[in-house]
């Protein structure tokens, strides 16, 4: 079978109730987000998480980061005052920061260090659904070890399977600025569009 696109322009509601169906039938999907397009499932569903290495041809042992709706949904999460206030400077958009995960959050969620890497990104269509389902489990739409195509067309062409996707145009390609806030020494993982300057300026390192 092959992929289906909606275009988010066409029809938002079209594609938000077709994307919220998938997600609930523990199917997952391909959401454009402010950085790159990205395999999506419900954070709760174990089995669709489990499902995204089998897509990507990743470890399972790697931990995949958490999307939210706001900050609020991510302090459900994460453990308490985890999050530092700097963090709203930049949220939403393109920072992920990977913090002690909250002791009822499932262990496929985060890592065996029980930490949890959560952003709030800067698309209203994906904070939309977060907001109405909950937490999403997203990482970047592409075979493990290949760069991420920056299209929907692309996107599911290369991975090529029965997927719902939704094609909201290019997305920039420049993946999140990744932080490690779980130590009292902060550890920049990966720089993206927010710069160390930025993370300096903020309190976050």
């Known amino acids: 079978m092959t992929n289906r696109i909606l275009n988010i322009k066409d029809d938002w509601e079209l594609a938000k109730s077709e994307t919220i169906r998938e997600l609930q039938l523990g199917n997952q999907v391909i959401l ?3 950085t790159v397009y990205g395999i999506a499932v419900l954070s709760s569903d174990i089995e669709a998480v489990n499902g ?7 470890s399972f042992n790697q931990a995949l980061p958490v999307l939210v709706a706001d900050f609020d949904q991510a302090t459900q999460i994460v453990a308490k005052d985890s999050i530092p206030e700097g963090v709203k ?7 992920t920061v990977v913090v002690p995960q909250h002791p009822e959050t499932p262990i496929y969620v985060g890592s065996e260090k029980h930490t949890v890497g959560v952003r709030c990104p800067d698309h209203d269509f994906v904070r ?3 907001a109405e389902i909950g ?10 070890g290949v760069p991420t195509p920056e299209t929907a067309p692309l996107v599911a062409e290369q ?10 145009g290019p997305c920039s390609g420049e993946p999140s600025t990744l932080i490690d806030l779980s130590s009292l020494n902060p550890k920049i993982l990966r720089l993206g569009e927010i710069k160390e300057e930025d ?3 903020a309190g976050l390192i």
């Open 32 to 34: 454009p987000t402010d």
């Open 128 to 130: 939309s659904i977060a």
């Open 159 to 168: 991975l090529g399977k029965d997927l719902l996707v939704l094609d909201d």
């Open 52 to 58: 995204i290495f089998e897509i990507k041809g990743r």
């Open 89 to 95: 400077n930049f949220w939403p958009g393109p920072l």
């Open 135 to 144: 937490s999403l489990t997203v990482t970047s739409a592409n075979l493990s």
């Open 199 to 201: 993370l300096s300026e």
